[in-house]
């Protein structure tokens, strides 16, 4: 297994038990607005295009794909795939040991179509931190993601899926809604390729956001037999900002 994928497998196997029940199973307090209702939220319709075609979640069965913590020496083989079967993910990216190690991936995921969006820097529970760190994790990948692609990310996720109303107020400022998740295949915890193909299937409904990371060896292997099999199922991929469209990720919101 690679560093990467090891170091984040021990850290989120640690916290699973904890702060990831919570986060997922919706049993906390916190708000968050689901794809359907941001669509309904909208002033008024209008068409979300993109380079795969445009797609109107308000009548397609949609579902979004989403990746945590890259790039990674995965990246280009899920890149791949994702051509060739013409479907768009969103790419929520790391800084440190990953956008600046592998800048011409994030460069890549944005002229493909893709929407690349932040983690944060390194990493850091975003709840434990000062608002002037909850700051730099953010701006930081923010910078660099504007310099590769020329456009400033507006959505990010927090990792361990962790925020709070400081983190709410710091992303508000910074123009970033937050993305959780609603599907999750836990593949920090295997490598067992048609585990995470069986654990995304059982999950998914309509309006999906579904959580995996291309640092783990067994994720990119899934991938062609999770489209294949809810494409079969009558699902169409769309990134988030489709997802929500015609409604928009309004900063400061955190959307499940």
């Known amino acids: 297994m690679n560093k990467t994928g090891d170091r984040f497998r021990t850290a989120l196997m640690s916290v699973a038990a904890a702060s990831l029940a919570l986060s997922l199973s919706g049993c906390g307090s916190l708000d968050t607005t689901a794809p359907s209702a941001a669509r309904a939220q909208a002033a008024e319709a209008s068409t979300t295009q993109a380079r795969f075609g445009t797609v109107d979640c308000r009548h397609a069965k949609c579902v979004a794909l989403t990746f945590d913590a890259g790039p990674s020496e995965h990246s280009t083989e899920l890149l791949d795939i994702l051509k060739e079967k013409q479907v768009p993910a969103t790419f929520f990216l790391l800084g440190k ?31 434990k931190l000062t608002p002037a760190e909850i700051r730099e994790e953010l701006e930081r990948p923010n910078r660099e993601i504007e310099r590769l692609t020329g456009q400033r990310p507006t959505l990010m996720r927090p990792p361990q899926g962790r925020t709070d109303d400081r983190v709410h107020e710091i992303c508000e400022e910074l123009g970033m809604a937050e993305v959780l998740w609603s599907v999750t295949a836990k593949d920090y915890t295997t490598n067992d390729s048609a585990l995470i193909r069986k654990r995304v299937l059982n999950q998914v409904s309509r309006d999906g956001i579904i959580l995996l990371h291309d640092i783990y060896d067994g994720t990119v292997p899934a991938v062609p037999g999770i489209i294949d099999a809810l494409k079969a199922r009558g699902y169409v991929f769309v990134t988030v900002p489709q997802l929500l469209a015609p409604g928009k990720a309004e900063p400061g919101k955190v959307y499940r």
């Open 97 to 127: 040991r990953h956008i600046e190690k592998y800048p011409e991936l994030v460069k890549r995921m944005a002229d493909e179509g893709h929407e690349v969006a932040s983690h944060t820097w390194d990493h850091k529970i975003l709840t």
